[in-house]
């Protein structure tokens, strides 16, 4: 994956400016590289104008979302992009705190579903519990445990915040002590919707595919990588 414009420094008018705030560079010294490095007056970022390491791109961030959510795995990507993997799972935390999952809309309907996965070995089950708003599509609040009150009620309660008009479960029974029985509902078909984006989950991210030995190996970057995938497709 090549990207037409690698250089990090932008010229406007034969003056050197900043990529990210258009501010003022000024020289600050030579790299180990030995090149020459910038600072920017305005948002003190230093910068080189073309890096060695590919990792140092400002677009390579970008990239690795897309790539993420687009079924790769950890390995595939470092592979591609050409940084190595520990850098790569660095940046997936780093990118993760940045993301805010959408925002929800009040007296909306809702479901919620568990999906099962494994985490660190095959032995070890672990649940992704998601809220989903059936107008919008989105994924609005996720929470990653094993099958319990604890795991189930932190998505319940955000959903319960945002004054849903219906919620529609499975007929898991943890469900009837958290939700009250009016906005309750566990027809048949109620869950279609959030079924439907399990698959969907499954299929764009490496981590979830079924009968593969792709799943994650910590639980920390489980979530990093959820959190993205759920903040960057709405
Ligand atoms: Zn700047």
């Given at each position: 994956m090549v990207n037409s414009n690698t250089s990090c420094i932008k010229c406007v008018d034969g003056i050197n400016t900043c990529i990210y705030c258009c501010g003022k560079l000024l020289k600050n010294g030579i790299s180990r590289a030995k090149k020459q490095r910038y600072k920017c007056k305005d948002c003190n970022k230093t910068i080189v104008e073309n890096y060695t390491y590919n990792a140092y791109f400002s677009y390579i961030n970008k990239q690795i979302v897309i790539l993420l959510t687009e079924g790769l795995g950890i390995r595939s990507i470092a592979r591609i992009l050409k940084i190595s993997v520990s850098t790569l799972l660095k940046r997936i935390i780093a990118i993760s705190d940045r993301v805010?999952?959408?925002?929800?809309?009040?007296?909306?309907?809702?479901?919620?579903?568990?999906?099962?996965?494994?985490?660190?070995?095959?032995?070890?089950?672990?649940?992704?519990?998601?809220?989903?708003?059936?107008?919008?599509?989105?994924?609005?609040?996720?929470?990653?445990?094993?099958?319990?009150?604890?795991?189930?009620?932190?998505?319940?309660?955000?959903?319960?915040?945002?004054?849903?008009?219906?919620?529609?479960?499975?007929?898991?029974?943890?469900?009837?002590?958290?939700?009250?029985?009016?906005?309750?509902?566990?027809?048949?078909?109620?869950?279609?919707?959030?079924?439907?984006?399990?698959?969907?989950?499954?299929?764009?991210?490496?981590?979830?595919?079924?009968?593969?030995?792709?799943?994650?190996?910590?639980?920390?970057?489980?979530?990093?990588?959820?959190?993205?995938?759920?903040?960057?497709?709405?």
């Open positions: 805010n999952l959408p925002v929800m809309t009040p007296e909306s309907s809702y479901e919620i579903d568990e999906l099962c996965t494994f985490v660190k070995c095959k032995s070890k089950r672990i649940w992704i519990v998601y809220a989903f708003e059936r107008e919008t599509k989105n994924i609005v609040g996720f929470n990653v445990g094993p099958r319990t009150n604890l795991t189930l009620k932190k998505v319940v309660d955000k959903v319960l915040k945002a004054n849903p008009q219906v919620l529609f479960t499975d007929r898991l029974k943890n469900y009837k002590s958290l939700i009250h029985q009016c906005i309750h509902k566990t027809v048949r078909f109620g869950t279609n919707n959030i079924e439907r984006a399990n698959l969907t989950l499954r299929t764009h991210l490496k981590r979830l595919n079924r009968k593969t030995i792709c799943f994650s190996k910590s639980e920390i970057m489980f979530k990093a990588v959820l959190k993205i995938y759920f903040g960057s497709v709405a």
